[in-house]
Structures are given as structure tokens and as C-alpha cells.
């Protein structure tokens, strides 16, 4: 996937032969520390003050209007929850008696406080912090108990609560494990297979394929086997509707993606797809880009990823926070697949590595132009927030570096600018939790063009070779002022007509409408799939979130 880059040993030697200093070294290292000592504050869930069993008539008031805002703000995004029940118990005099009585629905009862209460700006950026994190250090704890009861329909809602909480940025390293609970529970009641009681069809329904979204995304961001096997379900996805998204059914375009990626895990990032062939690797990237696609068409016109501008013209939150998943959603996925592309038979597929280094340069174009849109907030789950922008910038930094000539570098670096300038509101938001020093790579990038056009002028050519795709020493990057919508290089290093203009050919993955650019293929940027001896900008631990499959 993309949501999270690796620098390896051999890419940073590039970089930092080519920029002529270590600056991107120090600079990888110290946010690379900076986030394994976050990692560590976050796993920390001190003793809640809220007695769990009778909590205070303040924590009773204030849930009431927690319970509105989760249900307003949080259950269009993930609507597995049953509100009329939830609720009657929720605002009845009978609540203390089931806080008392009912594990799985007390600790439910308190995860649900947690997000309603970091929607409604109780949450802090910092690990362990805010109002909100007192909720959910109540619901973690009782888990304990909750775990010694049966298994039912609500204890794997509580622990899908719980996950929604732990993929914001206060809890780096905690969604894995309430994920992984949920996916286990939902496999030992066949929550996906049957229906379990008469009258629950409806909740059960929206709760697995909730549980199953969230499963197959954090399953193929940490490259691992999905628990879930695609095969193995039975039960349809009920239609869901909110008054907010009109007549869009969130949930089933979710989990449609969902199936995409997991196909694609499969066929193409798993240990067993390394033997593929390289025809068989084409094959299947072509078919996962057309799959991606048709989806694409599926989803309403105003939401459908295309030009991030359309966002703006949409009326509420709710219908801008899914627009914006949608979007990133989409380029999440066609980065990873351009990616590995661009790994499969190094220096044979010219016409598709260009193709390629195309679709990579725009995807992250066009995820940094929706960072306008993204709220800066607790709220805001961390791979919104953080690892997609932090990708796109390391891959514009890359291709700037290497294509320091290039005639699309001056948009890169606009680009970059767009992510100095986003990352740097961040870290002013968040009263310097997050890392601000990201920002930093702009200035690298622009320095570093800046001296390559001085060296240009002065008659001494760019400023020495880097490592093209194939491993070889060869010319750093496109010649000056070359128009890539016009020309691609073939093996020979001879122009040939782009096949862009000829329409492509079924050879070659076919590129959004409205991106014309065919990439220089021999262009030099390299690209890490899978390493092992790599820099992971969540730290080293071995509860990596959100990394880099491609």
C-alpha cells in the first residue's frame, strides 16, 4: 500500500550522494526516533478516574450529549450500531443497573463516550491526553471482565469502537489489537457466514462488514494475511442510507474497495505472489486497475475521485469526510500499484514504467491537494491526517531529486510547498505533537534544484549520476525543459511515441482521463518494495501501522 513509506539504506545513499549532504539522513533518523518514543507514550493507559460501575451525574449529563454527537458525526462513517436499542438503554434510569450488570455493554457504553467526546473537542493530539482518552481508558479496563463472559454480537462492537478511537493520532500503536479482536470474535460466532438470532439481521450485518473494512485495510497496510477469507462469507451487506449522504450507501462502496484490496494482497504483495511471472504480475495489476475503476464509476458523480476541487462544493462534515476518504482511498491504491509496477521487470517495460512514474506523480499531486480539506483534529484518524500526506511528499521529494531539470519539476515543487505548508499548520494546531520538521523536505528539494540549474548555467552539467531503476549509473534525469507529454524513452534511450498518444494498448495500465503525462521511464527514482533493512516513519517496533506493501 501507500500509506506509509520506506526509506531504505540504499535509498537514502542516493539521495544523499545525489543532494551532495546528509541533511535527509538526519532528518529520516530524527522523526524516525521522534515517533518510536510517541509509540511508547501511547501504549501507556493509566487507571481511569471514572468509576466505571456509578459514574457521576456530570459523566451521565455529559454522555447524553456525547451519545448524540457519536451518533451524529461518527455512525454515518461506521453505522453498525443499533440506535434506538443503544439508546433506550443509553438515557433510561436502567443505566446504572446494566453499567453494574453488563460488561460488554458497559464497556461499550464508555467507547462510544470516547469518540462522541473527541468529536466534540475533548480529544488532544497528545498520547494519554484529553477528556476523551478518560472514556476510553474506562472501557479499556474492562476488558479484563468483558473477555471472561460469552462472546456476543455486542462485545464485538465494543472492540470495534474501540479500534475507531485507536486509529486517531493519540494512539499510534494500539489499532491493530482491538481490530484483530473484533476479526476473531466475528469468526468464532460465523458472524459473517449465518444469521445468528431472528430480528438482529440488520445489526449483524452492518457489524461484520464493518469488522471486515477494518480488517482487510489494516491487514493489507501491515502486510499481513487477512483472518477473513473472501470465500468464506454468506451473508449479504444490508443497504445502508444516511440523511446526510443521501442516496450514497458508504458502507458498501467501503467494503466493495475492501474486496479490490484484499484481491489484490493476494495476487500481487503476499509472500506466494513473489513467484509470479512477469506476465502474470501485468496481467493482474491491469485487472486490479480495472476493477479499481469500475468502482470508480459505481460511486455518484460528486463523490467519484477526480478533481479534489469538487470537494468544496459539498454542503456538510459528514459528506466531506466521505468524500475525502473516497478519494484517498482510490490514489491509496493506485499508488501501491504503480509502485510495485515499477519493480517488475526493471529496465524491460519502458512504455509501463513511464505509465507508471505517471500515475505515482499524480496520485501524490492530487493527495496533497486534498490536505486542504482534511481537518487538522484528534478526530481525524492518523493515516487522513499524517501517512498519506507524509507519502506523497516523500514521493514529489524523490521525483524532484532525481529530476532536478525536469519540466514538471517546478509543479513538484509547488507541490511540496503544499505539504511544508500543511504539515507545518499541523504542528501549530496541535501545539507541536506532530512533526512539523516534515516541512523540511521542501526546502531540501527546492536548494537542491536551485544548485543543480547553478551548475547547469555555469557549463558543468548536473551535478554527477544517481542509480537509475535497473541499478546502473546512468544520466541523472530527463533533459532540461523535456516535455513528457510529448516524448517517452524506449530501451535504447531513443524517443518513441508515447502510448498515450496511440491510445495505450492492453500491454499497458491505462491512466485516469484527465493525467496526459507519460514519465520518462528512464528516468531515475527509485521506488522500495517490501524492505527489510528500511526506515519506518512509525518507528522500528514490530506493531508497524499503516506500512508500505509497495
Known sequence: SSTLSYFSEKKISSLTSLLGHSDV????????????????????VAKSPIDADAPSEEVIRQGHRYITVYFDQVHPLYPFLNRSSFEAIALSSDLLYNLSNDKPWAALYYAVLSLGCIHDGGGSFAPASGEAHKYFQTAVSLLPEMLLVRRTLATAQVFIVQAIYAMNYCCLSLEDVPIAQAASIALSLGLGKRYSHPGTEVEQSRTFWTIYCLEKELSFHTTRSSAISDSDIGIPLT???????????WLCIWASYCRIMSRAYERLFSVSATLNSDEVYHDEIDRTHDMLREWKDLIPREYRPGKPNRIQYLENNITTAVKVRIFLLYYNLVTALSRLELHIGEGKYMERHSQSKAM???SARSILEITQFIPIAPSTPTWILGHLPLVATFILFEFVVHNPTHIETAR???FLDVSAGYFSRADLISGGDMHGEISQFSHIARSHVMSQREALAAGSGPLGASLGVNGSQEDGGCRPGQNIDRVSHGASGEPCDSPMQNGGNA???????????VFDAQANFEVSVLGSESHNFLGRTGQQKRTMTS
Do not use: F, V
Not at 491505462?510 to 496526459?516: D, I, K
Open 412 to 414: 513538484n515543487l509547488s
Open 239 to 249: 443497504p445502508t442510507r444516511h440523511e446526510s449522504l443521501a442516496e450514497l450507501d
Open 507 to 517: 500491454a499497458t495500465p491505462r491512466l485516469p482521463q484527465q493525467n496526459q503525462n
Open 25 to 44: 539522513r538526519h532528518l529520516i533518523n530524527h522523526i524516525d526516533s521522534d515517533i518510536a518514543r510517541w509509540q511508547e507514550r501511547s501504549k501507556t
Open 360 to 362: 505515482l506523480m499524480e
